[in-house]
């Protein structure tokens, strides 16, 4: 019982910032109806900008948040413009999926060139301390990532409910052809769109570099685990993918706890081939049109 | 201009037979072992890559099931003439494919993007499944198979004829397709899914089928592969490369066509076997092939074969002057611009 409330703390608190990466990958889909193979590569990229500005300038990985959200902002728009925008419509959602497992590699591969394939981690000096609570054991550096992750999240719907971008983004995802009559710049938003979903991965990977070691192969991990947690909670609803963020990370911790961890890397995959055996549309996706 | 397909394929044939006895150096031999391989995945993928435009990303899962299966069934056994593997591979193929229809059913149910989340998950669970079952894979330590015994001089030779074999195969089997309801079906799939289904083609049905076909030939070529090697590790007999590899060179050849992915695999293969020479570090062909991926789907997204083909009958009917203006594309596995060339007249040929 110990180890399964264990387990169950441990995954809320990853749950976190898995929430964060899926629901950047679920907003990309959301608004270009693009699934984004490379956010896993882009959370890892993130990881390795903040381990170099810790190295280097001893910068706190949670600090250097700001920075490397601007600078994966930036690849993210540059990503759209240059590769996906000039994709022909017809066969687009194809093609896309291809092009950004390519740029997934590409980011691969200019990782282990600038880094090497070993696993690198931050050591910061918070990195081993941890409170208890009744005999459960939080570790200080996870709680901080949850939290972290919630300011993040809170951002991003603040964003998407309360500014005009966001009232285009979502009137783009409901409805592409009626946002664009009534005046929406469909190819801007998805720039953006694009963007935002690289700055979430972004903000996602400096925390991610301090909860795991990483290498620059690690994306195919993270892309598997998010793939799930999207279908799960209904590709292009970011409320779903917090949720089946949470669900995933706490059965997989669960059954790491209870089974054995090396099962619990195939939970998700377990979760994904039940959910589109039982609600292929995901938790809250619906059918047609996309939903936040 | 067009040679009858008969003696093209008759060409072709002679020619692979023909190539070793011209007393080619292994180096060589060796090269055109893996050329073979790669040619004959691509054409695989492209049975539902390119027919049916759904993009698998998992095939490389498949090639690794193959090579550990033919290792798991020769696991501490001695050959005596050193053909049993080759004799199994009907075996493998089916064990592949049996893998494969489940994997199908439930993910083409929804569009390509599921069906491509899925595939791709399915690599990486098939990868850690590699390291992880000890017992089955021998995990990162890697897994024997027996040595086969041919003669250091001819060493490559088995092998290149029994690639020969599964590559004629494939493009036998690619061919009938192309001439029969289930490649219509497929292109009338990636063309427009719902519409295909309105008129009665049983979609569900026609994927699946594809879909396993394609996946057991990767598992069989998978199996030569882990044969010729000798010694399997799970990061090379699982590499989300090879998936790659597949889908470039039947992009780059030309997807939907029947030479187009050999074509690529012609191409590609010799290229990274140059590359791999001049640059040696593996990490920098990762760099090399994604950026080709991307030049080539945004400059060439149609590929090299069907360019070239447009090309030409764009030239034929400028020559032609006014000819008749009603001119349905040829393959229509491509939504062609054949209907603008009459009116641009074509001179950029």
Known sequence: MHALIQGVILGILTGGVYALMASGQTLIFGIMKVVNLAQGAMVIMAAYLSYQLFTTFGMDPFLAIPITTLLMFGLGVGVELLFLRPLRREDKSELSLLVTFAIALLIEGVLSVTWGTTYRSINTTYANSSWTLWGYQITVVRFWAFVLSLVALGLLFWLLNRTRFGRAVRATVQNPESARLLGVEAQWVSALGFGLGAATAAAAGSIYGLLYPFTPGSHYDLISRLLSIVVLGGLGSVGGAVIAAVIVSTSSAIVAATISPAWSEMTFFVILILVLLIRPQGLFGSVNRGAI | ?349
Do not use: C
Not at chain 2, 72 to 95: I, N, R, S
Not at chain 2, 133 to 151: C, K, M, R, V
């Open chain 2, 1 to 349: 201009m067009r040679l009858p397909s008969a003696l093209r394929g008759g060409v072709f044939v002679a020619l692979l037979v023909s190539m070793p006895m011209l007393g080619l150096q292994h180096w060589f031999l060796n090269l055109l072992v893996f050329v073979l391989m790669y040619a004959t995945m691509s054409s695989a993928w492209n049975l539902v890559g390119g027919f049916a435009g759904y993009p698998s990303l998992g095939h490389a899962a498949f090639f690794g099931i193959g090579a550990y299966t033919l290792a798991l069934f020769f696991k501490d056994q001695v050959l005596a003439t050193g053909y049993e593997p080759f004799l199994l591979l009907p075996v493998v193929g089916l064990v592949g494919a049996l893998i494969g229809w489940p994997i199908a059913l439930i993910s083409m149910r929804t569009r390509a993007d599921v069906f491509a989340i899925v595939t791709i998950t399915f690599l990486f669970v098939v990868q850690t499944l590699a390291f992880n079952l000890h017992d089955l894979t021998g995990g990162s330590q890697g897994a024997a198979l027996p040595i086969p015994p041919f003669a250091a001089g001819q060493y490559e030779l088995p092998f290149y004829y029994v690639m020969v074999a599964l590559l004629l195969f494939t493009m036998g089997l690619t061919f009938a397709t192309m001439r029969s309801k289930v490649g219509l079906s497929l292109v009338s799939i990636r063309a427009d899914e719902d519409k295909a289904r309105g008129v009665g083609v049983r979609v569900i049905g026609v994927k699946v089928l594809a879909f396993s076909v394609s996946v057991g030939i990767t598992a069989m070529v998978g199996a030569v592969w882990a044969y010729y090697e000798s010694f399997i590790y799970p990061q090379f007999a699982v590499d989300p490369l090879i998936t790659i590899a597949m889908v470039l060179m039947t992009f780059l050849g030309g997807r939907g066509t029947l030479w187009g992915p050999v074509l690529g695999a012609v191409i590609l293969e010799s290229g990274q076997q140059v590359l791999t020479y001049q640059l040696g570090a593996v990490q920098l062909y990762l760099i090399v092939y994604a950026l080709l991926f991307l030049v080539i789907i945004l400059l060439l997204p149609r590929g090299i074969l069907p360019t070239i083909e447009d090309r030409l009958r764009q030239r034929r009917r400028s020559r032609r002057t006014e000819a008749p203006a009603a001119v349905w594309p040829e393959d229509p596995a491509i939504p062609s611009k054949a209907d603008t060339v009459t009116t641009r007249g074509g001179g950029a040929a």
